[in-house]
Nanobody, 125 residues
C-alpha cells in the first residue's frame, strides 16, 4: 500500500512558476513509476508527466513540454512537478500517481495503482 500526499498548489498569475510536491509513504518508493495527472470539471483526468523508477527518464505531455519538469528524490520518497510559464489553461486539480504494473512513462489511467488526493492550481490571466 502506498499513500500519496500532494502539496504546493495555489493561485498564481499567468507567466508565474509553481512547484508541486508529492510525498509517498512506504519503503518501496523506488519500485514505482510515478507521474502527474490533472483534471478540470467535466473532463477526464489527463496525463501530464511521468518519471522512471530511478528518475533517469522522464516524459511530458505535449501541452506542457518545455514548461513543466518532473523529478524525484528517492531518498526523500518525493516527486516534484516544476511548472514554469504557467497559462490559464493549466488551471486544474493536479494528482500524483504511482504504479508498479508498467514501465512506460506515458501513464494511462487504467494502469495507475495509487492516487493522491489532489491539489488545486489556478492560473489567472
Amino acid at each position: 500500500q502506498v499513500q500519496l500526499v500532494e502539496s504546493g498548489g495555489g493561485l498564481v498569475q499567468a507567466g508565474d512558476s509553481l512547484r508541486l510536491s508529492c510525498a509517498a509513504s512506504g519503503r518501496t518508493f523506488s519500485s514505482y513509476v510515478m507521474g502527474w495527472f490533472r483534471q478540470t470539471p467535466g473532463k477526464e483526468r489527463e496525463f501530464v508527466a511521468g518519471i522512471s523508477r530511478s528518475g533517469g527518464s522522464t516524459f511530458c505531455a505535449d501541452p506542457v513540454k518545455g514548461r513543466f519538469t518532473i523529478f524525484r528524490d528517492n531518498a526523500e520518497n518525493t516527486i516534484y512537478l516544476q511548472m514554469n510559464s504557467l497559462k490559464p489553461e493549466d488551471t486544474a486539480v493536479y494528482y500524483c500517481a504511482a504504479t508498479s504494473r508498467v514501465s512506460t512513462l506515458r501513464l494511462d489511467l487504467r494502469g495507475v495503482e495509487y492516487w493522491g488526493q489532489g491539489t488545486q492550481v489556478t492560473v489567472s490571466s
